[in-house]
């Protein structure tokens, strides 16, 4: 088994900052992602606004700039998924697709994953289409005209400025009578007039028509449909944390360390839903602090 000093798991906003602190403090981490590339959920944002001294602006020119900010330290990203974490003989052991590791430390910043919609075709037409994150309709070469945004929350809002601000017609389908989002996004989405919203929707099915696909919703009682090019569904995210030992899932969120000596969870994967990009550059920050300091006092014992 090969084994290093710290390993990092996840280079969203959270890892990035963990690897690059850890780089500057005298070790040199092994950062994993699934995807290989920087950035995390922030790459799906229309506009940040709340990052201290950093103008506005997108989630993707946010992720470029972190492409350039691990550059600049030489950290490198692995692409690899991690499928489970646990412990040997005492030390720290990190199963992924690019084999099995041994670290002193290992931070997890896995961030959150999607709440799935429960309607026929989803499954099926996911990737295809209908996604859950509005990087993959904005990156799709054209950007689909017509697009269902599924959601009535901070996501649902943020996703259909992008997609309104790349010229598609967005349909936002809320479930209740409200948006349940900040003021300033709320105003925003009202006085776009690429932006639609129907309220009180149940979602029915998804299936492909033609070029595009049609969902089907009832609507006061009353069956309806949409045709469009594209579907993005914002209805909730959970922390990503499946590959941790069930006794550490969803435990303590108060602090970035676990019971486990050498293991911090940081970021969103602590946080869930109500993270944000301030928050995680800290906890990696902070986590990063705690593990080289561990495993530097290891090797002078
Ligand atoms: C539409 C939208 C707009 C937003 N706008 C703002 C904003 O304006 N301001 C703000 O502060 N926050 C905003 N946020 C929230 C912000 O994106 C998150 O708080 C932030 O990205 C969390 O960073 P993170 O590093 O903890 O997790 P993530 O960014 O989720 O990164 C997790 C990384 O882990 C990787 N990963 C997951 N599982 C595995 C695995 N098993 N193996 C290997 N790699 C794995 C993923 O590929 C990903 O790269 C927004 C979020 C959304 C969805």
Redesign the pocket.
């Known amino acids: 088994m090969r084994s290093t000093s710290i390993i990092i798991?996840?280079?969203?906003?959270?890892?990035?900052?963990a690897a690059v602190q850890c780089a500057r403090m005298g070790v040199m981490p092994v950062l994993?992602?699934?995807?290989g590339?920087?950035?995390?959920?922030?790459?799906?944002?229309?506009?940040?606004?709340?990052?201290p001294g950093l103008e506005p602006m997108d989630?993707r020119e946010i992720s470029n700039r972190l492409r350039e900010f691990l550059d600049r330290f030489r950290v490198e990203i692995v692409p690899?998924?991690?499928?489970g974490i646990r412990r040997d003989s005492g030390h720290l052991v990190v199963d992924?697709s690019e084999g099995v590791i041994g670290a002193g430390a290992v931070v997890v910043?896995?961030?959150?994953?999607p709440v799935l919609l429960e309607a026929p075709g989803s499954e099926e037409l996911r990737g295809r289409g209908f996604c859950y994150?509005?990087r993959e309709l904005l990156e799709a070469d054209p950007v689909p005209e017509r697009v269902a945004v599924i959601g009535g929350g901070?996501?649902a809002l943020?996703?259909s400025l992008?997609l309104a601000g790349a010229g598609a017609g967005v349909t936002l389908l809320v479930r209740g009578a409200t948006l349940q989002a900040g003021k300033r996004l709320i105003d925003l989405v009202a006085a776009d007039e690429n932006i639609s919203i129907r309220y009180g929707i149940g979602i029915g099915s998804l299936r492909r028509s033609g070029e595009g696909m049609t969902v089907t919703f009832s609507s006061e009682e009353v069956e309806d449909s949409l045709h469009c090019d594209g579907v993005v569904a914002?209805i909730g995210?959970e922390t990503?944390t499946?590959?941790l030992p069930e006794e550490l899932r969803g435990g303590d969120t108060a602090t970035v360390g676990t019971g486990w000596e050498g293991l911090y969870i940081?970021?969103?994967?602590?946080?869930g839903a109500l993270?944000?990009?301030?928050?995680?550059v800290g906890?990696?920050l902070e986590a990063a602090m705690a593990a080289v300091s561990l495993v530097k006092g290891r090797d002078e014992s």
């Open positions: 798991v996840g280079a969203g906003p959270a890892g990035c900052a994993l992602d699934r995807t590339r920087p950035g995390g959920l922030i790459g799906n944002a229309w506009s940040v606004e709340n990052y989630g690899a998924v991690v499928s992924s910043a896995t961030g959150t994953r994150e509005v901070e996501a943020d996703y992008s914002a995210r990503a499946d590959h940081v970021g969103d994967a602590r946080l993270g944000q990009v301030g928050i995680a906890d990696g």
